[in-house]
């Protein structure tokens, strides 16, 4: 089936600092992908929508400076969390579907930690 | 708009039966279902497309009614590895993005 990788699966930083997510897909291309923030005990929140060669698409609410996505190629988003801050930390997780298929296969998400 | 779920939470004896339901007030074209045990990512199980069929594999299955918008997750003679978060995630059209219900805690004790 298809695979999503997602790296680093754990990350500490201090406040102030920048922090990149790489989402890659490991056996299909993907034209979107998506990014989703996950505190405890809560739902997936979905935050953007990242388009290959192309703007990414921020929910309401998401700050497009903070939470910068690259999508450079058909199987590599990243997510880069700038001037990171405690209420940061979360669970940050991306999927993207294969082509032909409808459901999606999630990365293995990663636990950010901003102190 | 995030659909609804119901319950929030149930606790089951293996070999129960369980049923984990999901609205929404706006038209859809599909409703996802995914399991996320603790600290790992969420898993597809199934998708159901506006069109009313019922799904499933094994002794999980679904169906999605369609003139109400309002999909339901079965779970029957349940076991130990089915405990986690279910989350149904509903689209608006073809590809869409998928939004996300709060989530059903489902655990399973001997």
């Known amino acids: 089936g298809a695979v999503v990788s997602q790296h680093p699966s754990r990350v500490i930083c201090k406040s102030g600092t920048s922090v990149k997510i790489e989402c890659r897909s490991l056996?299909?291309?993907?034209?979107?992908m998506f990014w989703y923030r996950q505190f405890p005990k809560q739902s997936l929140m979905l935050m953007a929508t990242?388009?290959?060669?192309?703007?990414?698409?921020?929910e309401q609410g998401v700050e497009k400076d903070k939470f910068l996505i690259n999508h450079a190629s058909l199987t590599l988003s990243t997510l880069t969390v700038t001037s990171a801050h405690p209420e940061d930390s979360s669970f940050y997780i991306c999927?993207?579907?294969?082509?032909?298929?409808?459901?999606?296969?999630f990365g293995s998400g990663t636990r950010l930690t901003v102190v | 708009q995030q659909p609804v779920q119901s319950p929030q939470a149930v606790i089951l004896r293996e070999g129960e039966d369980a049923v984990i339901n999901c609205s929404s007030s706006?038209?859809?074209?599909?409703v996802h279902w995914y399991r996320q045990k603790h600290g790992e990512a969420p898993v597809f199980l199934m998708i159901l497309l506006k069109g009313g069929e019922q799904k499933g594999h094994d002794k999980i299955s679904a169906s999605f009614n369609e003139k109400k918008q309002q999909s339901s997750l079965y779970l029957t003679a349940s076991q130990l590895s089915y405990s986690g978060t279910y989350f149904c995630?509903?689209?608006?059209?073809?590809?869409?993005?998928?939004?996300f219900g709060p989530g059903t805690s489902l655990s399973v004790i001997p």
């Open positions: 990242s388009n290959e060669g192309s703007k990414a698409t921020y």
């Open positions: 706006k038209a859809l074209y599909s």
């Open positions: 056996d299909f291309q993907a034209t979107t």
């Open positions: 995630g509903t689209e608006m059209t073809s590809y869409d993005k998928v939004i």
């Open positions: 999927s993207a579907r294969e082509p032909g298929q409808h459901g999606y296969t």
